[in-house]
Nanobody, 124 residues
Framework: QVQVVESGGGLVQAGGSLRLSCTASGLNFDDYALGWFRQAPGKEREGVSCISRSGGITYYAWSVKGRFTISRDNAKNIVYLEMNSLKPEDTAMYYC?????????????????WGQGTQVTVSS
């Protein structure tokens, strides 16, 4: 049974930083592309950043490019999202998701295994 668990969310002031972590079990981690998605109240879930199986290919939404960094450690079955220069509009529930092989485009519909989410709140 595939299990995806996020951690690291919290309350931070604008301009601050957070690092989200996501572990996945019940799967061969090396075979899975991973992604971070977020959903604010009343809005659709959007792809924030995705990373290929080897980590050699990454995608960032234009709204976070240059501020967020995705990385993965396949030896530890973990993926990170380093978030810097946070803005109030980054406030959302952040989800980690896994998809076997390639992610295609970094959209929620392409990912099959999801965590429960971790809340990120950025105060102004």
């Amino acid at each position: 049974q595939v299990q995806v668990v996020e951690s690291g969310g919290g309350l931070v002031q604008a301009g601050g930083s957070l690092r989200l972590s996501c572990t996945a079990s019940g799967l061969n981690f090396d075979d899975y592309a991973l992604g971070w998605f977020r959903q604010a109240p009343g809005k659709e879930r959007e792809g924030v950043s995705c990373i290929s199986r080897s980590g050699g290919i990454t995608y960032y939404a234009w709204s976070v490019k240059g501020r967020f960094t995705i990385s993965r450690d396949n030896a530890k079955n973990i993926v990170y999202l380093e978030m810097n220069s946070l803005k109030p509009e980054d406030t959302a529930m952040y989800y980690c998701a896994a998809q076997r092989w390639a992610f295609g485009t970094c959209t929620a519909a392409n990912f099959g295994a999801w965590g429960q989410g971790t809340q990120v709140t950025v105060s102004s």
